[in-house]
């Protein structure tokens, strides 16, 4: 029964990332799930599974919302590694500072989001990205909470790290 709710969640986040947030037309709020997840996975399953997770994860946003096929997949392939690094370095089981390393990490990926809009000459005016970059990573800090709960509870990561 494990590997059906399993099925079902990521199923479930597909579905809810790709056709149901881009219709409620949340620019300026709309999160990321995909990326917080790459985010998870790197801190609680190491280096291995944040860099493929960000890697495919990135490849499917790219298939449907890039213009440049494969940023995306750069991009989270980095703060999956990025993510994984941190988890090496500190020992952090409190949930609170793990949203905010999750908006950490989401605040990186804005900045090489901005970098490959600017050598793609995509112009957009500089404070509404900054803005959005930074609502954006508050509401992916926000949702990662009741992301690792459920993901606690179907067991794809450890309730505490045993390092």
């Known amino acids: 029964m494990s590997k059906f709710y399993r099925c079902l969640f990521a199923v479930s986040i597909i579905i809810l990332q790709f056709s149901i ?11 990321d799930l995909l990326l917080v997840l790459t ?12 860099c493929l997770f960000g890697f495919i994860s990135g490849l499917l946003m790219d298939v449907s919302t890039s213009i440049l096929l494969g940023s ?5 392939t980095q703060i ?18 793990q949203s905010i390393l999750v908006g950490c990490c989401c605040l990186m990926a804005g900045l090489f989001k901005v970098v490959f809009q600017r050598f793609s000459a995509i112009t957009e005016p500089m404070p509404s990205v900054v803005l959005t970059i930074i ?21 794809w990561i450890p309730e505490r790290r045993s390092d």
């Open 72 to 76: 995306n997949a750069f991009i989270f």
């Open 135 to 155: 609502t954006q990573a508050v509401v992916n800090a926000i949702i990662s909470i009741p992301l690792i709960v459920m993901l606690t509870r179907l067991r």
């Open 80 to 97: 999956g590694l990025s993510a994984a690094l941190i988890r090496e370095r500190f020992m952090i089981d409190n949930i609170s500072i």
């Open 21 to 31: 947030l881009p219709r409620i037309n949340l620019t300026l709020f709309e999160p």
């Open 39 to 50: 985010i998870i996975f790197g801190f609680f399953h190491g280096i291995e599974t944040g």
